[in-house]
């Protein structure tokens, strides 16, 4: 009994965050008639008046982001060319990520190094993962492929610590630059503002998953290499 509700919760904290950012974001994706832009011009809008006008707004087929290597807002084309709460506010936030960049916001930049470095260190992990097993037949030395699983295990650490530097990015591009910059220019009437702040907050819940998947598969296989 306790298993079956230790693996109902641990599925709720995974999936029910991922769950609720999707209906939230899906009832306020409806177009508005009263919003003079579109997410993507709206998006432009900010980036000059923050004096970011060499940071540049297209679309994006691999989710809403900000590329600080390119200096690039990138929306989906619903965000790009909607004229939504959910495409004002996304569009926000990434506008958020880039005036984190122009303020030289440090847990940007070492998340941007360090998931450039998580990538190819899981990468490496996976071939250890792969090769442990014909290193330890060719070998006929166990050690060396168990030596060669410590290494992959280790690689999933990466991963983990990336999920946890980009939550304190994301809560801050969300709550400390996307809200503060709505609030000042009064776009959104006290209602829409609200809901913006329950799209973000939303999205942040999903980021606290991620990070939670993250330590748990890390943790998992610990455990196991441990037996």
Same mark, same amino acid.
């Given at each position: 009994?306790?298993?079956?509700?230790?693996?109902?919760?641990?599925?709720?904290?995974?999936?029910?965050?991922?769950?609720?950012?999707?209906?939230?974001?899906?009832?306020?994706?409806?177009?508005?008639?009263? &919003?003079?832009?579109?997410?993507?011009? &709206?998006?432009?809008?900010?980036?000059?008046?923050?004096?970011?006008?060499?940071?540049?707004?297209?679309?994006?087929?691999?989710?809403?982001?900000?590329?600080?290597?390119?200096?690039?807002?990138?929306?989906?084309?619903?965000?790009?060319?909607?004229?939504?709460?959910?495409? $004002?506010?996304?569009?926000?936030?990434?506008?958020?990520?880039?005036?984190?960049?122009?303020?030289?916001?440090?847990?940007?930049?070492?998340?941007?190094?360090?998931?450039?470095?998580?990538?190819?260190?899981?990468?490496?992990?996976?071939?250890? &993962? $792969?090769?442990?097993?014909?290193?330890?037949?060719?070998?006929?030395?166990?050690?060396?492929?168990?030596?060669?699983?410590?290494?992959?295990?280790?690689?999933?650490?990466?991963?983990?610590?990336?999920?946890? $530097?980009?939550?304190?990015?994301?809560?801050?591009?969300?709550?400390?630059?996307?809200?503060?910059?709505?609030?000042?220019?009064?776009?959104?009437?006290?209602?829409?503002?609200?809901?913006?702040?329950? $799209?973000?907050?939303?999205?942040?819940?999903?980021?606290?998953?991620?990070?939670?998947?993250?330590?748990?598969?890390?943790?998992?296989?610990?455990?196991?290499?441990?037996?």
């Amino acid at each position: 009994m306790h298993i079956l509700f230790g693996t109902l919760l641990l599925l709720l904290l995974l999936f029910g965050p991922q769950l609720w950012v999707q209906a939230v974001l899906k009832r306020h994706n409806k177009p508005r008639s009263d &919003f003079p832009g579109s997410g993507g011009e &709206f998006a432009r809008h900010l980036l000059n008046k923050l004096q970011l006008d060499k940071v540049q707004v297209e679309a994006s087929e691999q989710g809403d982001h900000y590329d600080p290597h390119s200096k690039t807002v990138r929306l989906t084309p619903d965000k790009l060319n909607g004229k939504s709460l959910t495409a $004002i506010t996304v569009a926000a936030h990434e506008v958020g990520h880039a005036l984190q960049d122009k303020l030289g916001y440090k847990p940007l930049l070492l998340r941007s190094r360090l998931a450039v470095l998580a990538q190819a260190v899981q990468q490496l992990g996976n071939g250890l &993962f $792969i090769l442990a097993p014909l290193v330890t037949v060719l070998s006929r030395a166990p050690s060396s492929g168990v030596l060669m699983l410590a290494a992959g295990v280790a690689s999933f650490g990466s991963a983990a610590l990336v999920h946890l $530097i980009t939550l304190p990015v994301e809560w801050d591009a969300s709550f400390r630059r996307a809200l503060p910059l709505l609030e000042a220019g009064r776009y959104l009437s006290g209602q829409d503002q609200r809901h913006a702040r329950q $799209i973000l907050t939303a999205a942040a819940f999903t980021y606290i998953a991620g990070s939670l998947a993250s330590l748990l598969n890390l943790w998992r296989w610990l455990r196991w290499f441990r037996r």
